[in-house]
C-alpha cells in the first residue's frame, strides 16, 4: 500500500468524523460512507444517492467485537455463519439497539451489518474509530459502481471524497441473512453462495419475492437498471432488434451471432460464476455506453453466484418490459 493510498484513508477518515460523506472501495462494489451515528450525515446518503428514506443502509465495523455495541443479541447461529465469511461479502441483520439511529435502518427493528474484506475499507472504519453507514455509491436506481471512475462520473461532485481502490475483486453486493424471524431468511442473493452458507448453518429460508417488501424494504423490482432498456432471453435467434447488445456468460454459450447485434459482453472466458459476477456491473455499463438500441441478456446457470447474478439481471430487466 503506497504513500497515497495511507494519506487518502487518514483524510477520508477525518472527514466521515466531520460528518462527511466519503465513496469508498469495498471487495463488492464501491459504498457511499458516513459515520453511523450521525443522521445528519445519513440523511446527506440518502440526499446524494437520491435514495428514498424507506430503504435502509448497512452499517460497516471493523472487527467483530464491535457488533455486541450495536446489536441486542447475537444468537449461536449467526455467530457461526460469521466466523466463517467474516470479513467478506456476508450481511447479516439483527435485532438492534437504541443507540443505532432509526435512518440508518429505515425505522425497521433490525440493523444490517457487515465486516468488508477490502483492506482499504477496513483500514478506514478502524482509522475512523466509527461504524460506516454505506449504501452502494450509485444513483438509485442505476448500476452499482466496482471502479472509482464509476462513483466520479455519476456522484463525483456531490461527495466530499472518493478513495481510489482499484476494482472490486467481488464484483456484485454482500448476500444478506436476517436472524430478525424464527429462522435465518435471506433477503438478498449476493458474493456469499447460498449453498456454502447452507453447508454451515443448515436450511436457509428464501422468501417469495412479494413477502419481502416489509423486510427488506430496498428490495425493489426495478433496480441495478441500465439507461438502455435490458431485456432477457433464452434464445439471441429469437430477437431481431436492429443494433442490439448482448450479454452473455461466456463466448462458447453463443455458436454464432446474428447479424443485429452490434455490441457484445461475455462475463467469463470459460464460464466460472466468480469472474462473471466480478464483471458484471462494468459490462452493464459498457453495454448501455455503446449506443444500441436495447441489451439482451442470456440466463447464466442458477447456481453458486449465479443466483445472485441472475437476481441483478433479472431486476435490472423489470425497468422497462418489452
Ligand atoms: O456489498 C454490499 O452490501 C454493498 C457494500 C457497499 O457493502 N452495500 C450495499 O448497500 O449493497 P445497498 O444500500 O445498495 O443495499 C443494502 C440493502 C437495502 O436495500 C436493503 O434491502 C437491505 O440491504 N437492508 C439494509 N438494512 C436493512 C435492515 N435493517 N433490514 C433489512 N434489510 C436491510
Ligand atoms: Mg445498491
Known sequence: MDINTNEQIRRGAEIIRGGGVVAFPTETVYGLGASAFDEKALARVFEVKRRPFFDPLILHIGEKGQLDDLVVDIPALTHKLIDKFWPGPLTVVLPKKSLVPDIATSGLPGVAIRIPSNDIARRLINTANVPIAAPSANLFGYVSPTAAEHVLSQLGGSVDMVIDGGECTVGIESTIISFMGDAPMMLRPGGTALEDIEDVIGKVIIPANND???????????????????????????????????????PNSVNKLPPNITKTEYLSTNGDLREAACNLFAAMRRLDGAGVNIIFALPIPNTGLGLAINDRLLRASKKRAR
Open 212 to 250: 419481502l417488501t416489509n423486510q427488506s424494504p430496498g428490495r425493489s423490482e426495478q433496480h441495478y437498471a441500465t439507461s438502455t432498456p435490458l431485456v432477457l432471453i433464452d434464445d439471441i435467434w429469437d430477437v431481431d432488434d436492429a443494433n442490439a447488445g448482448l450479454l452473455a456468460l461466456a
